[in-house]
């Protein structure tokens, strides 16, 4: 119709968008995609249509849990955190469908020298800076002993990271 579409995309938390055992099955990430359809309904002068089939997040982002998403939209790079996981999974989009490039590339924020342990535990958002640089924000450290002590380096905090050139 040489209409523009807009569109609203929804990062699933949990694996396949679900909650307990199955959200938990790693590398089965979802973006629920919806566009905007020009119409009156009940007084409402526009609705949000759901694309029956979601945009499957590669396999190589074997993550727990998803929490934050962010696509450049000159590039269409992605970038995609996952809290659990303690990680970062970059891809791309294609220009022309709802489909990923390639398989992506996974990065594990710095854990704890010595240890190992994660102190990145609870990055919840994410955004391009330039082609080689995200920021992530972190979220409070979860009390009551639900996390290790070493979440508290980095909690509440901005961070910058720079990705290798591909």
Not at 17 to 40: A, D, F, S
Not at 137 to 164: R, Y
Request: charge should be neutral; include cysteine.
């Amino acid at each position: 119709s040489g209409e523009e579409k807009h569109y609203l995309l929804g990062l699933c938390e949990g694996n396949f968008c679900k909650g307990g055992k199955q959200g938990r099955e790693v590398g089965n990430g979802w973006i629920v995609i919806m566009y905007r359809k020009q119409h009156t309904y009940q007084n409402m002068s526009c609705s949000w249509i759901f694309n029956p089939e979601p945009l499957r997040i590669p396999a190589t982002a074997a993550f727990l849990d998803y929490s934050a998403i962010h696509i450049d939209p000159e590039t269409l790079k992605v970038a995609i955190t996952s809290q659990e996981s303690s990680a970062l999974w970059v891809g791309e989009l294609s220009k022309t469908e709802w489909k990923f490039k390639d398989e992506g590339k996974v990065y594990h924020f710095p854990r704890m020298p010595g240890s190992c342990a994660k102190v990145y535990c609870n990055v919840e958002g994410v955004q391009w800076i330039d082609e080689n640089t995200v920021s992530a924000v972190s979220d409070k450290m979860k009390g009551k002993g639900k996390q290790d002590a070493a979440c508290l380096w980095k909690d509440q905090s901005i961070h910058i990271f720079q990705i290798p050139p591909q």
